[in-house]
């Protein structure tokens, strides 16, 4: 698999009879977030928070058409793209919409367990996307204005999947439902800061179709199921992308990428001590 920016091959156009067929657990906009409860191996029992359509309602109440949920994977990584996972669905579909049963923080779930929510994920997104930005545009860059870019490179794929224009126009979607105003975006980005409006506008980002206003969420991928689903959508997106590198390059294997998927594990360490960095590590990074 090449270095693209994201992967069409599985990005069919989400119906709503698509998005109710998974099975999902209804959040509650007035109580706090409910919680999973998971056992360890030391015999206690501890929680994990259940993603909600809280924060996704209050977007939509201040008049925001389609809501995109925003979450990053790779920033510490050593070697390989970063990406931002995009996930967005319609306001309009709220009242009826639930949370996906077994949503999380990607970072809570088992690999085995990403792997089985994230073909039901993207067919309950109205549309999900992933942008990256390479390790050579990290290293020009940086790697907050490499997130920018990467994040507007998935929002510009994701609206157009949906048909919307540059006017902020859907043209596929029927009379009764088509924004009259053309189509407002609002945006949910994990942690604490906007990195994605920072970008907006400059050199090497793409001219999105409707910008999309940016609210931050601390730990907003254990709270809000967009940006949960986003970043579980980018997790395996770039997991798939570092295995797929490292089986069709043998001179990648010292590296280890299908185990560490291009973090600083110590053999990934001693690999770049012996053998040196290759063509895809980050070299502004410290690397050994």
């Not at 409860?37 to 809280?54: V, Y």
């Amino acid at each position: 698999m090449s270095l693209t920016q994201h992967d069409q091959s599985d990005q069919p156009r989400k119906s709503d009879q698509s998005r109710k067929s998974v099975p999902r657990s209804r959040g509650n906009a007035h109580t706090a977030a409910p919680v999973h409860a998971s056992a360890h191996g030391d015999g206690h029992k501890r929680t994990r928070p259940i993603p909600t359509l809280e924060s996704e309602r209050r977007l939509a109440a201040q008049g925001y058409d389609l809501i995109v949920g925003f979450d990053e994977v790779g920033r510490g990584s050593l070697a390989g793209p970063v990406m931002v996972g995009a996930a967005a669905i319609w306001a309009r579909d709220l009242p009826t919409l639930e949370v996906p049963e077994g949503v999380a923080d990607s970072k809570m779930l088992t690999e085995h367990r990403r792997e089985a929510i994230f073909h039901p994920l993207r067919r309950w997104c109205a549309s999900s996307a992933v942008g990256q930005a390479s390790n050579t545009e990290i290293d020009e860059w940086g790697i907050t204005y490499a997130l920018g870019v990467a994040a507007l490179r998935a929002l510009d794929e994701l609206e157009r999947q949906l048909g919307i224009d540059g006017r902020g126009s859907v043209p596929d979607v029927p009379d009764d439902d088509a924004p009259a105003h053309g189509v407002r975006v609002g945006g949910i980005l994990d942690g604490p800061n906007d990195y994605i409006t920072a970008a907006l506008g400059t050199f090497d980002a793409p001219e999105v179709p409707a910008p999309a206003h940016i609210i931050t969420q601390v730990k907003g991928d254990q709270h809000c199921a967009t940006v949960a689903a986003a970043a579980v959508i980018a997790k395996v997106t770039r997991d798939h992308l570092m295995v797929d590198i490292a089986a069709e390059n043998p001179a990648y294997e010292p590296y280890g990428w299908a185990r560490n998927k291009g973090y600083g594990s110590q053999a990934h360490r001693d690999a770049i001590a012996s053998y040196g960095p290759t063509p895809l590590h980050r070299l502004s990074w410290h690397l050994a």
